[in-house]
């Protein structure tokens, strides 16, 4: 259902652009109409236009207005709580690097299992990583469950 909700709203939004496109082309086509010299050698008179410039004002103000509400409303519909995770995972950041806390298990003497992933720099990637974001130390959680990412 996610899926086809992202779907119908690239079709949605997709609406907008092919608007502005022809409502655009319209306008030069219509401009290039009425000033070319061999056409219209006496090209027409131009008075200001109150109504038209308060569309040209208006309308991009409500356009993203009209794209906003769907994705919103499709947003808050892919936010689902997991009720019953398998894992709740803290992520502490830290100005170089960052903390994780697996708050669901304690050892021995209560404590929660820690482990910190320090930021490799962008010039040392070794083969095979990546470039942006890489830690020395990353999280692996298990297949098939549903993690909590605090």
Sequence with gaps: PVMQGIIDLHHDIFFFPILILVLVSRMLVRASWHFHYRINPIPQRIV???????????????????????????????????????????????????????????????????FDSYTIPEDD?????????????????????RPRMI
Aim: proline share 8%; with cysteine.
């Design 48 to 114: 200001h236009g109150t109504t038209i410039e308060i569309i040209r004002t208006i309308s991009p103000s409500i356009i993203p207005m009209f794209i906003a509400i769907p994705s919103f409303a499709l947003l808050y519909s892919m936010d689902e709580v997991v009720v019953n995770p398998a894992i709740t995972i803290k992520a502490i950041g830290h100005q170089r690097y960052r903390t994780h806390e697996c708050s669901d298990y304690n050892s021995s003497d209560g404590q929660s299992p820690t």
């Design 125 to 145: 990637p070794e083969l095979g990583q990546s470039r942006l974001s890489e830690v020395d130390n990353r999280v692996v959680v298990p297949a098939k469950t």
